[in-house]
């Protein structure tokens, strides 16, 4: 009995392994190994299977793998008849599509989010081949913002003993988590002990993102002033792609010792003349905020600073300046200095002096010289106009042309600008000489005033005085010295014709001119004034004629007044009256008489 229910169990077990191997070699599912997907983004999950069951003979599950390692089901698909499970972090996110009749299913799920990084299972069960089951990991991306760098502020001394901080590097709210790599000039940096320190953190986020901060300290050298430093962040993206971005780069203070100094003038540039205003510079080879700079110089002293101004520089201030550079920490003092020299052109000297007098057609000679430190050349001028080059001015057969200011110019040209100048007023003695006028015979209108001009050469300066040919002294409107003589104007106002004298005097002799001016219609006048005469000799005439004939003074007849002999007694007037037509004579002595008696 027991032999017979052994045998029949293995018979029964046989055909149970027989049929099962059968599912096995049958029944297949194929998946991804991953499938990547970027945060918020929707992924989708391929399950292919192949079974010969056909459509109502398979089951379709989905699970996901738990982080303890559990497998929990999150969707189940049976002959047409699907479903999401309820109460899963997938519910309301998830959908498959096919039916099952096919060979292939897709999971999606809908705004991954990165509790979604977990293993998902497709199982297949056949009803006569067996069951089989494919794993795919989804794998979840974010891209971190655009890293930042910050390099420290202060300067760092390459005598600080301990590390000095040179600046961090942050990225943040990146998935997986971002590395962060230092570079010095194109060279990645790693920590060295007592030499470079890169020390990172890195922030989970409430989000589950990361941030990943990373500072840098060293121990800096001299080289490092010039040194670019700057971060390159690489992450991870889908599809096993290896992102990289890199920061802008910084540069950092480092103050470093001087171990030499130089000096120069910086303006002028060149050489150095009385009157500049001078600055001397000086500086050194290192980049120490703790040295101080001074510079001595004769009396002058710039304390603190390594600029000295010297404003209005004599020749005085000519000598060595130095500059001295202490250092503060260590109390080292080094020092430096250049040789100052002033150029100068003294004022000019003329020989004989200020003033020359010549006598006219004689010889003189005058001298122009200035001390200076550098060559110099010397020319003279007149009215703007160079008229020898050379310190002698030799003046020959002297003329009233010759007399005028003129100016010594004495020029060191290897300086610009330094110059002097002097004048010498020339006077040549000599008689007064009118220049004739170019009109001295004029016509004008009668009431006119006229101004007349009288140009006199002649030394001492003349005398000008103005007179006309009645006598009258006419006073000068203006008058003025020039450098050969004396310019005089007056104003005469036109009556008639008239003669006018310009009279020049001096010590040495006198000159004149005569203006004759002759007023405009004086001839038309008087031949008017003779006519009016002649024509009024004419009426006396002619009333005397008619007197004579009885024509007037009221006589009605011819009478002679000659013909009666009167004395001085008997001087007869006729008298007449309207009334009686009487006439009555009366005598002198009031006699009445009548007209027999005449």
């Not at 003092?333 to 003329?350: A, G, H, P, Q, R």
């Amino acid at each position: 009995m027991a032999a017979r229910d052994t045998s029949s169990l293995l018979v029964v077990g046989l055909l149970l392994f027989f049929h099962t191997w059968g599912a096995w070699a049958i029944a297949e599912v194929n998946m991804e190994d991953r499938v990547d997907v970027r945060l918020d983004d929707t992924a989708q999950i391929n399950c292919m299977f192949s079974t010969e069951d056909g459509l109502g003979g398979t089951i379709i599950q989905w699970f996901y793998v738990t982080r303890t390692g559990e497998k929990q089901r999150i969707y189940y698909l049976e002959s047409g008849l699907s479903y999401p499970e309820k109460g899963t972090p997938f519910s309301d996110r998830i959908s498959v599509n096919g039916t099952g009749a096919t060979e292939g299913v897709v999971l999606t799920i809908n705004k991954v989010q990165l509790k979604d990084e977990l293993e998902f299972i497709c199982y297949v069960k056949s009803l006569t081949d067996g069951t089989a089951e494919g794993r795919t990991k989804l794998r979840v991306f974010q891209t971190p913002a655009t890293p930042t760098i910050v390099g420290v502020q202060k300067g760092i001394s390459i005598q600080e003993e301990s590390m000095s901080k040179i600046g961090t590097c942050e990225v943040t709210n990146g998935y997986p988590k971002p590395n962060i790599t230092w570079y010095k000039d194109n060279t990645p940096m790693r920590s060295i002990p007592g030499e470079v320190n890169v020390l990172p953190s890195i922030t989970i986020e409430s989000t589950g993102l990361y941030s990943v901060k990373s500072e840098l300290a060293m121990k800096v050298v001299k080289e490092d002033a010039d040194a670019h430093f700057y971060c390159e962040v690489t992450y991870f993206a889908p599809g096993e792609e290896t992102m990289m971005v890199e920061t802008s780069p910084i540069n950092i203070t480092v103050y470093y010792p001087h171990t030499d100094i130089i000096m120069w003038v910086e303006s002028p540039k060149g050489k150095i003349k009385e009157g500049d205003n001078v600055v001397i510079q000086c500086s050194g080879n290192g980049n120490n905020p703790y040295t101080t700079f001074s510079i001595k110089g004769g009396e002058n002293l710039s304390a603190d600073t390594s600029e000295l101004v010297v404003e209005n520089i004599t020749r005085l201030d000519s000598g060595k300046y130095e500059c001295f550079a202490l250092d503060m920490e260590s109390f080292e003092e080094i020092s430096t200095n250049i040789t100052v020299f002033v150029n100068y052109l003294e004022d000019v000297v003329i020989k004989p002096g200020k003033i020359m007098e010549v006598p006219q057609g004689d010889e003189r000679e005058a001298t122009c010289n200035a001390l200076s430190s550098l060559p110099t050349q010397t020319a003279w001028f007149k009215n703007g106009e160079e008229v020898v080059k050379g310190h002698t001015l030799a003046l020959k057969d002297a003329t009233f042309d010759t007399a005028g200011t003129y100016v010594c110019v004495v020029t060191a040209e290897e300086v610009e600008g330094l110059e002097r100048s002097g004048t010498m007023r020339v006077y040549i003695e000599g008689q007064p000489v009118i220049l004739t006028p170019d009109i001295t015979e004029m016509e004008e209108s009668p009431e006119k005033t006229v101004d007349l001009n009288c140009y006199v050469q002649g030394y001492p300066y003349p005398t000008v005085t103005w007179s006309t040919s009645e006598g009258k002294i006419l006073p000068a409107t203006s008058e003025t010295e020039t450098d050969d003589g004396v310019i005089s104007t007056a104003s005469v106002k036109v009556t008639g014709d008239i003669i006018v004298f310009c009279n020049a005097t001096n010590s040495l002799g006198e000159d004149s001119v005569t203006f004759n001016i002759k007023a405009k219609g004086s001839g038309v006048i008087i031949a008017v004034i003779i006519i009016c005469i002649l024509l009024l000799a004419i009426l006396g005439s002619v009333l005397y004629f008619l007197y004579k004939k009885g024509k007037i003074c009221g006589r009605s007849g011819k009478q002679d007044l000659s013909k009666g002999k009167a004395g001085k007694d008997n001087i007869v007037v006729e008298m007449k009256s309207d009334n009686t037509e009487e006439a009555v004579l009366l005598g002198v002595n009031g006699e009445k008489q009548l007209p027999s008696d005449q």
